[in-house]
Nanobody, 120 residues
Framework: QVQLVESGGGLVQAGGSLRLSCVVS????????MDWYRQAPGKQRELVAA???????NYANSVKGRFTISRDNAKNTVYLQMNSLKPEDTATYYC??????????????WGKGTLVTVSS
């Protein structure tokens, strides 16, 4: 069984910062891409940031220069440092991780999400 648990969300004023974490646990052989998505009320889920197993990163234009994705492979954890937060960043943030379990191919797993609310 595999579990993804996000943490670090909360209420912050515009201009503030938060750091999200997503810890992967369970019977895991290897982890490939680790991504952060977000979904605001009434909107589609969108990719915020992605990081490959080699450390290459990609960001949505709306967060470039403000958000930083990183990973700690020894801890099976992906982080999202969010600075200069804006009210439009308000959303539930989800991690999505490509995981290969023993004897299987890679499968994408989702966390349950952590709510980020940015007040103006």
């Amino acid at each position: 069984q595999v579990q993804l648990v996000e943490s670090g969300g909360g209420l912050v004023q515009a201009g503030g910062s938060l750091r999200l974490s997503c810890v992967v646990s369970g019977s895991i052989f290897s982890i490939n891409n680790m991504d952060w998505y977000r979904q605001a009320p009434g909107k589609q889920r969108e990719l915020v940031a992605a990081i490959t197993s080699g450390g290459s990163t990609n960001y949505a234009n709306s967060v470039k220069g403000r958000f930083t994705i990183s990973r700690d492979n020894a801890k099976n954890t992906v982080y999202l440092q969010m600075n200069s937060l804006k009210p439009e960043d308000t959303a539930t943030y989800y991690c999505n991780v490509d995981i290969r379990r023993y004897g299987t191919d890679y499968t994408a797993y989702w966390g349950k999400g952590t709510l980020v609310t940015v007040s103006s």
